[in-house]
């Protein structure tokens, strides 16, 4: 799968089969999960892996009775060592860039799981002190969301996504961005590194050649918003 795929494909997943998740797999979600940037590469995560049904409940209490917190196979807590923030880069590091660290983590972790066939969801609403408690965290140590793992019992939701034109200005704020782009039917997209839309691309013009000549030739903008719903 490439990492458009992984990107466009991963969806929160909250349903789970009972079907255990090998070490060996969330080893390798792990490992990725260290190649995540972080600020002058402080690295300041702290995963915590839990398939224990007792602590797996109580996190589901913490985390505002979420109840597919305890169903998951997997509860991976992703954590932040706030010390080693505060340390290179003083309250903003500790407030701020922690959050942004294990964030990147996650979704590389998302990313991950979504390639290797895993289903998770990102958990960040909790009472961090229950979790804390749970999970006898040293006081340096802030949970930042748990990562619940599995393998799907069923497709999440696509939720449709705002189309990035209304979210995007050039040079200041107000001032629209225009991509105008286009798609036209057997044209392959000279940049390389579209290589992998290609394929969509091709599919979706075929279905309009079709369709009949007459149809309009969607923009790229267009077809980006159609692969998105
Ligand atoms: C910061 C943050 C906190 C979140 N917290 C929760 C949560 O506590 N429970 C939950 O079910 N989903 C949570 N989510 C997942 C979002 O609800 C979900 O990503 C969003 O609805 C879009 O759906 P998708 O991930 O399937 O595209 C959180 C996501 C983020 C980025």
């Given at each position: 799968m490439?990492?458009?795929?992984a990107?466009?494909?991963?969806?929160?997943v909250?349903?789970?089969?009972?079907?255990d998740?090998?070490?060996?797999?969330?080893?390798v979600?792990l490992?990725?999960?260290?190649f995540?940037?972080?600020?002058g590469?402080?690295?300041?995560?702290?995963?915590?892996v839990?398939?224990?049904l007792?602590?797996?409940?109580?996190?589901?209490?913490a985390?505002?009775n979420?109840?597919?917190?305890?169903?998951a196979?997997?509860d991976?807590?992703?954590c932040?060592?706030?010390?080693?923030?505060?340390?290179?880069?003083?309250?903003?590091?500790?407030?701020?860039?922690?959050?942004?660290?294990?964030?990147?983590?996650a979704?590389?972790?998302?990313?991950?799981?979504?390639?290797?066939?895993l289903?998770?969801s990102?958990v960040?609403?909790?009472d961090?002190?229950?979790?804390?408690?749970?999970?006898?965290?040293?006081?340096?140590?802030?949970p930042?969301?748990?990562?619940?793992?599995?393998y799907?019992?069923?497709?999440?939701?696509?939720?449709?996504?705002?189309?990035?034109?209304?979210l995007?200005?050039?040079?200041?704020?107000?001032?629209?961005y225009?991509?105008?782009y286009?798609?036209?039917?057997?044209?392959?997209?000279?940049?390389?590194?579209f290589?992998?839309?290609n394929?969509?691309?091709?599919?979706?013009a075929e279905?309009?050649?079709?369709?009949?000549?007459?149809?309009?030739?969607?923009?790229?903008?267009?077809?980006?918003?159609?692969?998105?719903?």
């Amino acid at each position: 799968m490439h990492v458009f795929e992984a990107v466009m494909n991963r969806l929160a997943v909250r349903r789970y089969e009972k079907k255990d998740v090998e070490d060996r797999i969330i080893g390798v979600m792990l490992h990725l999960a260290t190649f995540a940037n972080t600020p002058g590469n402080a690295q300041e995560w702290i995963f915590i892996v839990s398939r224990d049904l007792e602590i797996k409940t109580k996190l589901a209490k913490a985390a505002l009775n979420q109840e597919w917190v305890k169903d998951a196979p997997v509860d991976i807590v992703l954590c932040a060592d706030i010390r080693k923030s505060a340390l290179k880069f003083g309250e903003r590091g500790e407030r701020l860039y922690a959050i942004e660290s294990i964030s990147s983590a996650a979704m590389v972790m998302m990313l991950a799981a979504t390639e290797l066939g895993l289903g998770t969801s990102w958990v960040a609403a909790i009472d961090e002190e229950k979790v804390k408690d749970i999970l006898n965290l040293p006081e340096n140590v802030r949970p930042i969301g748990i990562l619940t793992v599995g393998y799907p019992v069923e497709e999440g939701e696509k939720f449709k996504r705002i189309d990035f034109e209304n979210l995007t200005y050039v040079d200041r704020y107000g001032k629209k961005y225009d991509i105008s782009y286009s798609l036209q039917p057997g044209t392959k997209y000279d940049y390389q590194l579209f290589e992998p839309l290609n394929k969509y691309v091709e599919k979706y013009a075929e279905e309009i050649k079709k369709r009949g000549k007459k149809r309009k030739i969607p923009t790229f903008e267009e077809f980006l918003r159609k692969l998105s719903k």
